[in-house]
């Protein structure tokens, strides 16, 4: 805008161009609405830009808050599996320290149940051992006790013996030498050793047969003619007479007597008597030198006990053949008696057929024996 067309100021007295003014005031009013769009924009901006930073700012928090809640539910997660894990090696470590401890404890029990049977095995063949000894003592002291009395009444014999024959020898048989338990020597006046007799004692509570055949050959041994077995009361054999007061076995060559003085007084006594009569009645006769040795030989133990001995495992046999004879027969008798009855009941059998069924059902002579068809038809 030119100078021409100016104004002069009223007050300053200065001359103004109008259209710089209008220029300045535009340009001034221009600048104030771009300072203040600019400012509004600015203050806009910051505006946005502050709810763009608060909505970030959320963003973040909420980012951070669902990180978080992320991180905890994923640690949570975690967490449980690990607890679970922890549980579980719990579990485990607690099955194995059970098992272990069940394990140890079953071991325990069987060391311990081991121990006891043994223990027990122990006490039991302790036991069985002390009773084998008990009974062995018991036995022992039986034994011993048996023996002391047997042996008691071995000397009460003899004592009495040598009482009542005080002219004779009484002989005391050594323990553990082969033999009875004493012999009797007779000496009669002014001559000794004339006869002999041979004596066992017994003092049991049963009686035993083999006593004799024992007494027997020990009497073969020392070649004495008599034997007494003096036996306790309760020992005696079935066949002893109380009446009679002995019994005899082999012949008259054994005499079997209870412990009883006046009956072994009396028996001794006729006994002695009879040998001493021998003696005498053998030194009377007046033969010649070979009649006189067969006298003596005749008379002699060495013959009388063999012959005696013979005659009476000929009465042992001649009882076992009649016992023999009579048990055949008697099985002979009961065979005989078996087949009748297999005989009748095979009849009734074949009857039954005949009388309830046929009479032809059965073959011609089925109960006749083939040998006589045989002969029947010849």
């Known amino acids: 805008m030119n100078d021409t ?16 003014v209008i220029d300045n005031y535009i340009e001034n009013e221009t600048k104030q609405k771009e300072e203040k769009i600019k400012k509004e924009s600015e203050k806009k ?43 579980k ?4 470590a607690e099955l194995k320290i059970k098992n272990k401890a069940a394990t140890d404890y079953q071991d325990k029990i069987q060391k311990k149940d081991d121990e006891l049977e043994k223990l027990k095995k122990s006490q039991e063949i302790t036991e069985r051992r002390l009773a084998q000894k008990t009974e062995e003592i018991n036995k022992m002291m039986k034994q011993g006790s048996m023996e ?26 050594s323990k553990g030498v082969k033999g009875g338990d004493c012999i009797q020597t007779i000496n009669y006046k002014n001559k000794s050793n004339i006869a002999k007799i041979y004596f066992e004692s017994k003092d049991t509570k049963n009686f035993n047969e083999q006593w004799a055949n024992k007494l027997l050959k020990d009497m073969k041994a020392k070649g004495i003619a008599n034997g007494i077995i003096v036996c306790s009361p309760s020992c005696m054999p079935a066949d002893f007479n109380k009446q009679r007061s002995y019994v005899e076995r082999h012949g008259n060559v054994i005499t079997i007597i209870p412990m009883f003085k006046p009956i072994i007084h009396a028996v001794v006594n006729k006994i002695r008597s009879i040998l001493i009569l021998k003696v005498r009645e053998n030194k009377d006769h007046e033969i010649k030198a ?27 046999m001649g009882d076992q053949l009649d016992k023999e004879e009579s048990s055949f027969t008697l099985s002979m008798s009961k065979k005989r008696k ?17 009388t309830n069924v046929d009479r032809n059902i059965f073959p011609e002579n089925i109960l006749i024996p083939q040998e006589k068809i045989k002969k029947l038809k010849e």
Do not use: H
Request: hydrophobic share 35%; with cysteine; net charge negative.
């Open 45 to 87: 901006f910051e505006s946005q830009i502050e709810a763009k930073d608060k909505e970030i700012e959320k963003s973040k928090k909420d980012a951070e808050k669902k990180a978080q809640l992320e991180a905890d539910k994923k640690y949570k997660s975690q967490l449980a599996l690990k607890d679970k894990e922890i549980e």
């Open 5 to 20: 067309f100016k104004i002069t100021c009223p007050q300053c007295g200065k001359k103004i161009n109008p259209g710089s």
């Open 290 to 316: 070979v009649m006189e040795k067969c006298w003596e030989n005749l008379n002699s133990p060495n013959f009388i006990l063999p012959v005696k001995d013979m005659v009476s495992e000929i009465k042992i």
């Open 148 to 173: 002391l009395q047997g042996e008691v009444q071995e000397e009460r014999l003899q004592d009495y013996l040598a009482k009542i024959f005080p002219d004779d020898d009484i002989e005391e048989i």
């Open 89 to 92: 090696n719990l579990k485990e």
């Open 338 to 354: 078996t087949i009748t009855n297999i005989k009748e009941s095979l009849t009734d059998m074949v009857t039954s057929f005949v």
